[in-house]
């Protein structure tokens, strides 16, 4: 199962080997991670999003990523209120008669092209993981040449 | 002050006497320091004799040892030392020197990524790039490797860093806001741990080394008398409980007394104290102690419910959580009848060897420095057979007296760590018991000892082969003894050629003499005891096992 931890780590060089490290020594799996600096700029927010086979693996993850000097708090959103995001951009096949077609999905859809050129466009879209998979598997209809996804980002709500 | 000069004043503000090390290229303004500086440096003649001396001098004296390298095949030679007082919660400040902060990632000369190399391996670690950061460095590094849980800390110091020039502040006090081990128990949990002892019928203690760290040997003794519970100790946690008192079994799992195992095993309550259920001690975990709850007493949250599901955890200093538990403890459980099976399960399995050959027994041998020291010795060792009967044969009764790679299984330990055990505690007499195998991977260290007058006596249990891997083929591999029979110099005559005493054992009516000799030498001596080549250490769990499923030998 997937679960998603956030973590708030001092912002200092070698703290995402640190973290990754321990993911790789220990054998568990990173499905997604995010990392960026926080308004405070000595602390950096990560979302982790771990495949952990069982609650005592997820238990195990936690403990030892507290376990780092430089993790600050670690938090498992997996039984927390929360909210989740991720920005996904899209590289597709476009003509201009597809217009209607795309703007039909993106009533019903989250995205939006950001940019178009003679035959490709540039898809953005912000959502929850099944938005952004429902709206990829739409787009699959013209070829999608590029994608690029940030991972889940997670907030407590 | 350079920062070569604040390395050397941060150390002796944590009150380090003497250090570990070899010098080299990137640590010149280091050393250049202490050729005047009242630390003494022991120079070994290996950087890995340097890293096993200062965890070995920790182990002796529970103080924060220290080694010293330069960059690059430096660094890379602490790497195995430093993994082996990681593996062993051993509090350590390693320091190596870097190239130049303007040269890094350039594959300069000497140069390796050492933070990088020992991120697994150590509690935590720095790269120094400013100077003005380096005495807090120092302090932080000394701070995190004693407390807690402790651990090996490494500081990499750029040559540049060395050389810059700043004022020196000394942090009086450090507070690092994302590491706040927990000390104190839960009181609630306590309690219930409480409720559970006195409501056992068959309750063990099983102690590791926490016991040791925390220095909590008194009350673990306490509770002991107090519940009246048997106890019995992991291979780190011996010394933690006194060798020839009473209720104690020895030690557990995979080379553990038939009668420890089979108490672990049939218990309905598992007090657990700085101890990890660590592979060796629980065998086949779906097997292990089926009957039994488990309260789990350590100061490392993630060493709770890692292998074993715990009923009562309690994360704090074992000291601590043992003066409080005691206290609550109102009502105690009868356990007069359980002592009983026990005692007869130690009646029934004792610990026993065939003393029938003309050849010397390894066993007979720990018998006699028995009877020689009665425990007051810390005894090293190296890693294999020699080892396991040392914990088996010795009765240790007091901490930091028995000093051996447990998590790591380190060959090549037990000589340097007993130089450092000897330089930490001087009046001691340390012995370090050694195969034939073992004592040729840091043998260098004679040199150290003899320039320093560092007068350990190591004990060589010869027996021609690499004995442990070759007692696993003679009973997993039928017999097929593949690179396992091992030649040895002349220990006698390279004893002598390092200006070492050298002496040879080939009788049983030899061997305490011999250890007498030794005793009274005033200088290092090598004793060259040639045993059974062929002895096996018995109990035996085989890997995977139950740990009451043992193979007892001639028992």
Same mark, same amino acid.
């Given at each position: 199962?997937?679960?998603? =931890?956030? !973590?708030?780590?001092?912002? +200092?060089?070698?703290? *995402?080997? %640190?973290?990754?490290? &321990?993911?790789?020594?220990?054998?568990?799996?990173?499905?997604?991670?995010?990392?960026?600096?926080?308004?405070?700029?000595?602390?950096?927010?990560?979302?982790?999003?771990?495949?952990?086979?069982?609650?005592?693996?997820?238990?195990?993850?936690?403990?030892?990523?507290?376990?780092?000097?430089?993790? =600050?708090? !670690?938090?498992?959103?997996? +039984?927390?209120?929360? *909210?989740? %995001?991720?920005?996904? &951009?899209?590289?597709?096949?476009?003509?201009?008669?597809?217009?209607?077609?795309?703007?039909?999905?993106?009533?019903?859809?989250?995205?939006?092209?950001?940019?178009?050129?003679?035959?490709?466009?540039?898809?953005?879209?912000?959502?929850?993981?099944?938005?952004?998979?429902?709206?990829?598997?739409?787009?699959?209809?013209?070829?999608?040449?590029?994608?690029?996804?940030?991972?889940?980002?997670?907030?407590?709500? | 002050?350079?920062?070569?000069?604040?390395?050397?004043?941060?150390?002796?503000?944590?009150?380090?006497?003497?250090?570990?090390?070899?010098?080299?290229?990137?640590?010149?303004?280091?050393?250049?320091?202490?050729?005047?500086?009242?630390?003494?440096?022991?120079?070994?003649?290996?950087?890995?004799?340097?890293?096993?001396?200062?965890?070995?001098?920790?182990?002796?004296?529970?103080?924060?040892?220290?080694?010293?390298?330069?960059?690059?095949?430096?660094?890379?030679?602490?790497?195995?030392?430093?993994?082996?007082?990681?593996?062993?919660?051993?509090?350590?400040?390693?320091?190596?020197?870097?190239?130049?902060?303007?040269?890094?990632?350039?594959?300069?000369?000497?140069?390796?990524?050492?933070?990088?190399?020992?991120?697994?391996?150590?509690?935590?670690?720095?790269?120094?790039?400013?100077?003005?950061?380096?005495?807090?460095?120092?302090?932080?590094?000394?701070?995190?490797?004693?407390?807690?849980?402790?651990?090996?800390?490494?500081?990499?110091?750029?040559?540049?860093?060395?050389?810059?020039?700043?004022?020196?502040?000394?942090?009086?006090?450090?507070?690092?806001?994302?590491?706040?081990?927990?000390?104190?128990?839960?009181?609630?949990?306590?309690?219930?741990?409480?409720?559970?002892?006195?409501?056992?019928?068959?309750?063990?203690?099983?102690?590791?080394?926490?016991?040791?760290?925390?220095?909590?040997?008194?009350?673990?003794?306490?509770?002991?008398?107090?519940?009246?519970?048997?106890?019995?100790?992991?291979?780190?946690?011996?010394?933690?409980?006194?060798?020839?008192?009473?209720?104690?079994?020895?030690?557990?799992?995979?080379?553990?007394?038939?009668?420890?195992?089979?108490?672990?095993?049939?218990?309905?309550?598992?007090?657990?104290?700085?101890?990890?259920?660590?592979?060796?001690?629980?065998?086949?975990?779906?097997?292990?102690?089926?009957?039994?709850?488990?309260?789990?007493?350590?100061?490392?949250?993630?060493?709770?419910?890692?292998?074993?599901?715990?009923?009562?955890?309690?994360?704090?200093?074992?000291?601590?959580?043992?003066?409080?538990?005691?206290?609550?403890?109102?009502?105690?459980?009868?356990?007069?009848?359980?002592?009983?099976?026990?005692?007869?399960?130690?009646?029934?399995?004792?610990?026993?060897?065939?003393?029938?050959?003309?050849?010397?027994?390894?066993?007979?041998?720990?018998?006699?420095?028995?009877?020689?020291?009665?425990?007051?010795?810390?005894?090293?060792?190296?890693?294999?057979?020699?080892?396991?009967?040392?914990?088996?044969?010795?009765?240790?009764?007091?901490?930091?007296?028995?000093?051996?790679?447990?998590?790591?299984?380190?060959?090549?330990?037990?000589?340097?760590?007993?130089?450092?055990?000897?330089?930490?505690?001087?009046?001691?007499?340390?012995?370090?018991?050694?195969?034939?195998?073992?004592?040729?991977?840091?043998?260098?260290?004679?040199?150290?000892?003899?320039?320093?007058?560092?007068?350990?006596?190591?004990?060589?249990?010869?027996?021609?082969?690499?004995?442990?891997?070759?007692?696993?083929?003679?009973?997993?591999?039928?017999?097929?003894?593949?690179?396992?029979?091992?030649?040895?110099?002349?220990?006698?005559?390279?004893?002598?050629?390092?200006?070492?005493?050298?002496?040879?054992?080939?009788?049983?009516?030899?061997?305490?003499?011999?250890?007498?000799?030794?005793?009274?030498?005033?200088?290092?001596?090598?004793?060259?005891?040639?045993?059974?080549?062929?002895?096996?250490?018995?109990?035996?769990?085989?890997?995977?096992?139950?740990?009451?499923?043992?193979?007892?030998?001639?028992?």
């Amino acid at each position: 199962m997937r679960h998603t =931890i956030a !973590v708030l780590v001092e912002n +200092k060089f070698g703290v *995402l080997a %640190r973290v990754a490290g &321990l993911f790789s020594a220990r054998g568990y799996n990173i499905a997604s991670l995010a990392v960026s600096e926080t308004f405070d700029p000595q602390i950096s927010y990560m979302t982790i999003v771990v495949e952990a086979k069982d609650e005592k693996v997820l238990e195990q993850i936690n403990k030892q990523l507290n376990k780092l000097i430089d993790v =600050i708090t !670690v938090t498992d959103f997996t +039984k927390k209120d929360h *909210l989740d %995001r991720e920005l996904v &951009l899209a590289k597709i096949n476009y003509a201009p008669k597809d217009k209607p077609k795309l703007e039909a999905i993106f009533n019903k859809f989250v995205g939006k092209i950001i940019n178009h050129k003679a035959d490709t466009a540039i898809i953005e879209a912000v959502g929850d993981q099944r938005q952004i998979n429902e709206l990829l598997e739409e787009l699959n209809q013209f070829g999608i040449k590029e994608l690029v996804r940030t991972g889940k980002l997670a907030i407590s709500n | 002050m350079i920062g070569a000069r604040i390395l050397l004043e941060s150390l002796k503000k944590e009150g380090i006497e003497v250090i570990f090390g070899y010098p080299g290229g990137q640590v010149l303004p280091i050393f250049d320091q202490l050729y005047d500086f009242d630390i003494k440096l022991i120079l070994t003649r290996h950087e890995q004799g340097a890293a096993h001396a200062a965890d070995g001098f920790s182990r002796a004296t529970g103080k924060v040892g220290v080694c010293l390298a330069t960059s690059g095949p430096g660094a890379t030679n602490l790497v195995t030392g430093i993994a082996t007082a990681y593996m062993d919660s051993i509090p350590m400040v390693a320091i190596t020197g870097q190239v130049g902060t303007h040269l890094i990632g350039n594959d300069a000369f000497q140069e390796a990524d050492v933070t990088g190399i020992t991120r697994p391996v150590t509690k935590h670690n720095f790269l120094v790039k400013d100077v003005k950061d380096l005495a807090r460095t120092i302090a932080e590094a000394f701070y995190i490797a004693s407390s807690g849980r402790p651990g090996p800390v490494l500081i990499d110091i750029p040559l540049d860093v060395q050389r810059a020039d700043t004022e020196f502040i000394w942090p009086e006090k450090i507070n690092i806001r994302s590491y706040q081990p927990t000390y104190s128990g839960h009181p609630g949990q306590i309690k219930k741990a409480a409720k559970l002892i006195s409501a056992s019928k068959k309750p063990i203690i099983y102690a590791g080394g926490g016991v040791i760290t925390s220095g909590a040997h008194l009350e673990l003794e306490e509770l002991a008398q107090k519940v009246q519970a048997p106890v019995t100790t992991t291979f780190m946690g011996l010394g933690g409980f006194c060798g020839t008192h009473k209720l104690f079994l020895g030690m557990l799992g995979m080379h553990g007394t038939a009668y420890a195992n089979h108490a672990v095993m049939e218990s309905d309550l598992i007090i657990a104290v700085g101890a990890r259920f660590d592979d060796r001690v629980t065998g086949r975990l779906d097997d292990f102690a089926p009957g039994a709850k488990v309260i789990h007493i350590d100061i490392d949250p993630s060493s709770i419910s890692k292998n074993v599901r715990v009923d009562v955890p309690i994360v704090g200093d074992a000291k601590n959580i043992l003066k409080q538990l005691i206290a609550e403890i109102k009502k105690l459980p009868d356990t007069a009848q359980w002592l009983r099976t026990v005692d007869d399960w130690k009646k029934k399995h004792p610990l026993t060897y065939k003393d029938d050959s003309a050849m010397i027994k390894p066993q007979y041998i720990l018998q006699q420095l028995w009877e020689l020291t009665k425990g007051d010795a810390i005894i090293c060792t190296e890693v294999g057979q020699s080892q396991m009967w040392a914990c088996q044969w010795y009765q240790y009764l007091t901490p930091r007296t028995f000093i051996s790679s447990g998590g790591l299984g380190t060959m090549g330990f037990g000589f340097p760590a007993a130089m450092g055990a000897k330089l930490g505690c001087p009046e001691k007499e340390v012995f370090n018991i050694a195969g034939d195998g073992s004592i040729q991977m840091n043998i260098q260290e004679l040199a150290t000892c003899v320039a320093n007058k560092i007068n350990v006596k190591v004990l060589i249990f010869n027996n021609g082969f690499l004995g442990m891997v070759r007692q696993w083929q003679e009973l997993f591999y039928k017999k097929r003894y593949s690179y396992t029979q091992i030649t040895s110099p002349d220990y006698v005559l390279l004893a002598q050629s390092y200006g070492a005493l050298g002496l040879r054992v080939t009788k049983k009516s030899e061997v305490r003499a011999a250890l007498q000799k030794a005793v009274e030498t005033q200088n290092t001596v090598f004793i060259d005891f040639r045993i059974e080549p062929e002895e096996n250490v018995y109990p035996m769990v085989q890997a995977g096992q139950a740990i009451n499923k043992m193979i007892e030998g001639l028992a």
